[in-house]
């Protein structure tokens, strides 16, 4: 497999032995790094993945760039509507509260608790 990544060092494409490749796209806002504790470490959100026969998986983050929900397997209609697709919901279970003063909240630890696909 290779490998290629953009300057800020997210992953921009792989490709597979068999020559099939991704690429992955990235909004263009920054949120807080889900991978570091530093509250001034910005990463741009992974917004979708397409395969090279243009599959295309768009995917949602929720908190801190956490994975929320991927959509795939659209079906388009002869207009170019979107009229089908599978949708998966990502649930986390947060653990470890420790609330303080001017802070809602915060987890010191997260799991994924529940995937729920619906087509």
Not at 4 to 21: D, E, F, I, K, T
Not at 97 to 106: A, E, K, R
């Amino acid at each position: 497999m290779t490998y290629s990544y953009l300057s800020n060092g997210q992953r921009a494409a792989l490709q597979l032995p068999n020559g099939s490749s991704f690429t992955y796209s990235y909004s263009p806002l920054t949120t807080p790094s889900p991978t570091s504790d530093k509250p001034d470490e910005l990463c741009r959100p992974l917004v979708g993945i397409a395969d090279d026969a243009g599959r295309q998986v768009d995917i949602t983050t929720a908190f801190h760039g956490r994975l929320a929900s991927a959509r795939y397997n659209k079906v388009y209609d002869g207009s170019g509507n979107l009229v089908s697709w599978v949708q998966s919901d990502y649930a986390y279970q947060y653990v470890g509260l420790t609330p303080g003063p001017g802070v809602i909240s915060n987890f010191t630890t997260n799991r994924l608790s529940e995937i729920k696909t619906t087509a």
